[in-house]
């Protein structure tokens, strides 16, 4: 079975905002204009999926910099291979906002906008002259999203912050790992994501709360380290309450068991989960050892937890004697929890990925087709599109200039001196 392709015209600049396929009609947050003013990783993923239900999103690039998630990642030929995802659906201006003339151009788009999201470190935004009072006099419905390490105040809103040291601080390192092994962190931007994620989410509520309070906007204060910690779970209140702190177990957990990850015949690997009480008793009876069912620890997880070198014993032993598919057979058969640990070659040849269309193939004018990670969620009334994909640094400046009444003298200078690209 073969990916579904969205296809579109890449060539030339995109039209005011309709791309060749037309503007997404249908997606919840059609009409509304989001400024993208962020870099790595957060708040760019935050307005990717804005785009992709249907908003406008204007990227803002350093004129001669770019921005620097065209240098993460792999890339093909010199192309970028993470920039065509996360800046996908966005019309992209070069503008330095640190010249007063760009930071008056900023202000003008900010006018005709609904949403910005930045996240410069706190203060940077009112040194140029765009502090939300200021923009919120020329736009009282403006929306503003402030992503940072740590938050707007406290003893840290001027520290660098970085997803790495959210992950660290949110004690998801400090549980991470082997229980003789050093803190581990993903690898990936997992705090990042998270955040953007929970950044979409807040935009969205804001702008309802719009809806209900006479069309005015607000500023959200938003951190990459708060997310993370509702993420890792109520390790503060276990404290709190408690006394305790949690520890590395590796792939196992305290709350059940068995959970882990074990090796098949084959070379491969499997994870299962046994949260609930049914399960686990299927998976061991699956593995032909039912007689632990009527021990009395095992009807709780964190009992059986205490077991979980018994357990692992009884699963890990009989997976290893099968091959993955027929692990996985056996489990999905008996009504017991399973999932193959997949790469990323495994996820593109999986027939649930592929007929569910959790990944979609979009055309570009670099690469042909990209295939790249679907709209994140389905909605069967107003759903969201894979448009097109990121562009060229400036591709829509031009435009978006004449727009706002700039002349093409006045632009030609602007971009001699680099305030604009």
């Known amino acids: 079975m073969a990916f579904r392709t969205m296809e579109h015209d890449p060539s030339g600049p995109a039209p005011d905002p309709h791309h060749a396929t037309g503007p997404l009609s249908d997606g919840p947050l059609t009409g509304m204009r989001v400024i993208d003013a962020s870099t790595i990783l957060a708040g760019p993923l935050c307005c990717q999926i804005l785009g992709d239900f249907g908003a406008e999103v204007i990227k803002i690039e350093h004129p001669t910099a770019g921005d620097s998630m065209r240098g993460h990642g792999e890339s093909k030929d010199g192309t970028p291979l993470w920039w065509k995802e996360i800046s996908r ?12 003339e760009g930071a008056e151009l900023f202000a003008r788009l900010a006018a005709t906008a609904d949403v910005i999201v930045e996240n410069f470190r706190p203060g940077t935004l009112e040194r140029w002259g765009l502090s939300p009072e200021r923009l919120h006099e020329i736009n009282p419905a403006l929306v503003i999203v402030r992503i940072t390490g740590f938050g707007q105040q406290g003893p840290y809103a001027s520290r660098a912050g970085f997803g790495t040291l959210a992950e660290a601080m949110s004690g998801f390192a400090h549980l991470t790992g082997q229980p003789d092994g050093p803190p581990t962190l993903p690898a990936f931007g997992l705090a990042d994501s998270i955040c953007g994620i929970a950044a979409s989410s807040a935009v969205s509520m804001a702008l309802l709360a719009r809806e209900h309070n006479g069309g005015q906007g607000q500023v959200i204060d938003m951190s990459l380290l708060e997310p993370i910690m509702a993420a890792v779970g109520p390790g503060p209140t276990v404290y709190q309450q408690l006394g305790t702190v949690g520890t590395r177990h590796g792939n196992r957990s305290h709350n059940n ?56 014993g009884y699963v890990g032993g009989w997976i290893g004697e099968r091959t993955r598919d027929e692990v996985v057979a056996a489990f999905t058969d008996a009504g ?3 999932a193959p640990v997949y790469s990323a070659k495994d996820l593109v040849e999986d027939p649930h990925v592929r007929e569910t269309e959790m990944l979609v193939e979009v055309d570009d004018p670099d690469l042909g087709t990209v295939l790249q990670h ?43 001196r680099n305030v604009v690209r």
């Open 336 to 338: 017991a929890a399973v």
């Open 257 to 312: 068991a068995p959970r882990n990850t074990y090796a098949t015949k084959d070379g491969h690997w499997v994870a299962i989960s046994t949260s609930a009480q049914a399960i686990a008793e299927r998976v061991l009876t699956l593995v032909g050892h039912p007689e632990v069912i009527d021990e009395p620890w095992f009807a709780a997880g964190h009992s059986r937890a205490l077991h979980a070198d018994l357990l692992d």
């Open 89 to 100: 659906n966005k019309r992209t201006i070069g503008l330095s906002l640190s010249a007063p």
């Open 374 to 416: 679907n709209v994140m969620w389905r909605m069967s009334e107003t759903p969201g599109r894979v448009r097109f994909t990121g562009r060229d640094l400036g591709s829509d400046t031009d435009g978006l200039l004449a727009d706002l009444g700039v002349d093409t003298a006045t632009l030609h200078d602007l971009r001699t």
